[in-house]
């Protein structure tokens, strides 16, 4: 019953945004936290952001830092990656993960959506 499901990806220019949903169920949501990773052709799956439902603590890779924001809904179970001022080196599909903490590592995570494109093209 556990379910991951991204949306809001789509082909974007360079300097535009997105804004990319994660919507869980199967899950307990309190205690819980959301990563975004990417993965782009013949790349490895990178960490992108993470956010603790506890705490309401968030992590944010350094190549995203000052440009992506990452937020939570918890009435509608979903977690947003507010992603601004796009480059090409975004491009990739984003995947959102679920554990109890936030890891860098995606070894770690069980529970995957199963990915939105994003193409940051001119």
């Known amino acids: 019953q556990v379910q991951l499901v991204e949306s809001g990806g789509g082909l974007v220019q360079p300097g535009g945004s997105l804004r990319l949903s994660c919507a869980a169920s199967?899950?307990?949501?309190?205690?819980?936290?959301i990563a975004w990773f990417r993965q782009a052709p013949g790349k490895e799956r990178e960490g992108v952001s993470c956010i603790l439902d506890s705490g309401d603590r968030t992590y944010f890779a350094d190549s995203v830092k000052g440009r992506f924001t990452i937020s939570r809904d918890n009435a509608k179970n979903t977690v947003y990656l507010q992603m601004n001022n796009l480059k090409p080196e975004d491009t990739a599909v984003y995947y959102c993960?679920?554990?109890?903490?936030?890891?860098?590592?995606?070894?770690?995570?069980?529970?995957w959506g199963q990915g939105t494109q994003v193409t940051v093209s001119s």
């Open positions: 199967g899950f307990t949501w309190n205690n819980i936290g």
């Open positions: 993960a679920a554990d109890k903490n936030c890891y860098q590592n995606p070894l770690l995570y069980d529970y």
